[in-house]
């Protein structure tokens, strides 16, 4: 088989397997366009006849969608500002500092990421019960997503932090600058790139945190928008439509988010790889 002919399969491999992946996102996007009696046609349509732009204004007013979205705005900035202050000095020390020991804590420590939150959301209910911070229960969310996603930001920044010269920092230290100067002045800078793609990853998880919100945030006005996509659901649901328009403008920022920074959001998951 010829390259020419190899890579044009290869190209509609990745065409047909994109396509699949994309449906349920068109779906989500066509459905809230529909009317009550195209949701439920048989055979289904894939383009609404009159398209119901309406829903989505009922939809941001009667649910309110611009609190939910400004708490899941404040949980997950939060959330990112917490492990990027405590992270990145973590990752540095763990890089410059390498060892065999170190190498397998970070892989014991990163397995726990394969815990369900489900699973860890009683245990951390109960701790934060005893310290009071469900009298805070945004700042409670937020922490309990720190703690979730420290490791995985570690092993990133780490990686990031591994690609930076350390003959960099003794050229540093050998100008008069310290420790910490050569930190801040050199490395920070080289590393930048791949901190804020990491912070990016990390907002995209908590921005769709549903678990510890729905069990330590019981205010409806402190509820991010993942909660609020929930109340819709009981066990006599018809309003679809009203639904994938909710689902629709809670996605879509980070949808565009992705999309705009995708190529360095690439290059910085492959920096560390080409130590």
């Not at 970070?106 to 815990?115: K, R, W």
């Not at 009683?122 to 937020?142: D, E, H, K, M």
């Not at 960099?168 to 930190?183: P, Q, T, W």
């Not at 998880?205 to 996509?229: D, H, N, T």
């Amino acid at each position: 088989m010829s390259r020419s002919v190899s890579n044009r399969l290869m190209l509609a491999i990745a065409v047909i397997l994109a396509g699949i992946y994309l449906f349920p996102l068109y779906w989500m996007y066509i459905t809230a366009l529909k009317s009550g009696s195209e949701m439920f046609a048989t055979p289904p349509k894939f383009w609404p006849s009159s398209s119901q732009w309406s829903t989505y204004a009922y939809v941001w007013q009667s649910r309110q969608m611009g609190r939910y979205l400004w708490n899941s705005l404040v949980i997950a900035a939060g959330a990112v500002a917490l492990i990027t202050v405590l992270g990145v000095g973590c990752a540095y020390v763990l890089a410059r500092y390498r060892n065999l020991w170190v190498d397998i804590g970070l892989f014991l420590i990163l397995m726990l990421q394969v815990l369900p939150a489900s699973l860890m959301i009683t245990p951390i209910f109960v701790g934060f019960s005893q310290l009071g911070l469900l009298n805070y229960p945004r700042l409670a969310v937020v922490i309990a997503i720190a703690a979730k996603s420290m490791p995985f930001f570690v092993v990133l920044v780490r990686a990031t932090f591994m690609t930076v010269p350390q003959e960099l920092e003794e050229a540093a230290l050998v100008d008069g600058n310290s420790r910490i100067g050569a930190f801040f002045n050199i490395v920070l800078p080289l590393a930048r790139n791949g901190i804020l793609v990491s912070a990016i990853l990390i907002f995209m998880q908590a921005f769709g945190e549903f678990v510890y919100s729905k069990s330590m945030i019981q205010a409806a006005e402190l509820q991010p928008a993942s909660v609020g996509l929930y109340s819709f659901m009981g066990p006599n649901t018809n309003e679809w439509n009203n639904i994938m328009a909710y689902a629709t403008i809670y996605v879509t920022p980070i949808l565009a988010v992705f999309v705009l920074l995708q190529r360095r959001i690439v290059s910085g998951l492959t920096s560390g790889a080409l130590k």
